[in-house]
């Protein structure tokens, strides 16, 4: 069985950081990489970013490089976005995704979480 648990999202005026949450539950099945992706209100789901389990390896959008951080505490199996400086622009639906694959990428996602609102307001 395979779940993702979001949570952390919330409002918060522009400038200001929140840190969200995913704890992971995966049983029977290995999987190498976990990531986070978001979908604001008539847009497309986009990537945001993604770590090696081990952590050894990340990627971020640009838009998000410099204030955004992705880690993972293997002890807690627990991912975590550190989200700094936020824009009203960050506002969206943020979902926890794993995959088998130990390909670093922005698809082939393979598990996904329900997501938690993050809401950014000037």
């Known amino acids: 069985q395979v779940q993702l648990a979001e949570s952390g999202g919330g409002s918060v005026q522009a400038g200001g950081s929140l840190t969200l949450s995913c704890a992971v539950r995966?049983?029977?099945?290995?999987?190498?990489?976990m990531g986070w992706f978001r979908q604001a209100p008539g847009k497309e789901r986009e990537f945001v970013a993604a770590i090696t389990w081990s952590g050894e390896l990340t990627d971020y959008a640009n838009s998000v490089k410099g204030r955004f951080t992705i880690s993972r505490d293997n002890a807690k199996n627990t991912l975590s976005l550190q989200m700094n400086s936020l824009k009203p622009e960050d506002t969206a639906v943020y979902y926890c995704?794993?995959?088998?694959?130990?390909?670093?990428?922005?698809?082939?996602?393979?598990?996904w979480g329900q997501g938690t609102q993050v809401t950014v307001s000037s």
């Open positions: 995966i049983q029977g099945f290995g999987w190498h990489v």
């Open positions: 995704a794993a995959k088998v694959s130990q390909v670093v990428s922005t698809s082939d996602y393979d598990y």
